[in-house]
């Protein structure tokens, strides 16, 4: 059984720095793309950033571009969204996803078969 748990939210004041952590079971795991989402209140789910399974190519969002980075490690079964720079804006649940159709729609989040159960991350301004 495939299961993921993010960890690592919490309040910030903007221009703070967080770093969150997907935690993936299963010995798979570095078969797969993992990807970042974010929803906030009344909005729908957001892109934020990808880490392919092939050569680790990641792929970043325009909203947060320069300010955050996606990592992982296989060997611990973990991949990381660091963001630095918080805005008010960046206030939402963040989700981790394991994308397991889709080819290069990185971006769609229907093409996530597994979700992590997100973590709060508040920005104050």
């Known amino acids: 059984q495939v299961a993921l748990e993010e960890s690592g939210g919490g309040l910030v004041q903007a221009g703070g720095s967080l770093r969150l952590s997907c935690v993936g079971s299963?010995?798979?795991?570095?078969?797969?793309?993992v990807g970042w989402f974010r929803q906030a209140p009344g909005k729908e789910r957001e892109f934020v950033a990808v880490?392919?399974?092939?050569?680790?190519?990641?792929v970043i969002a325009d909203p947060v571009k320069g300010r955050f980075t996606i990592s992982r490690d296989n060997a611990k079964n973990t991949v990381w969204l660091t963001m630095d720079n918080l805005k008010p804006e960046d206030t939402a649940v963040y989700y981790c996803?394991?994308?397991?159709?889709?080819?290069?729609?990185?971006?769609?989040?229907?093409?996530?078969?597994?979700w992590g159960q997100g973590t709060q991350v508040t920005v104050s301004s």
């Open positions: 996803a394991y994308q397991t159709s889709g080819a290069d729609l990185y971006p769609n989040p229907a093409y996530y078969g597994y």
């Open positions: 880490i392919t399974w092939i050569n680790d190519r990641t």
């Open positions: 299963g010995r798979t795991f570095r078969r797969y793309s």
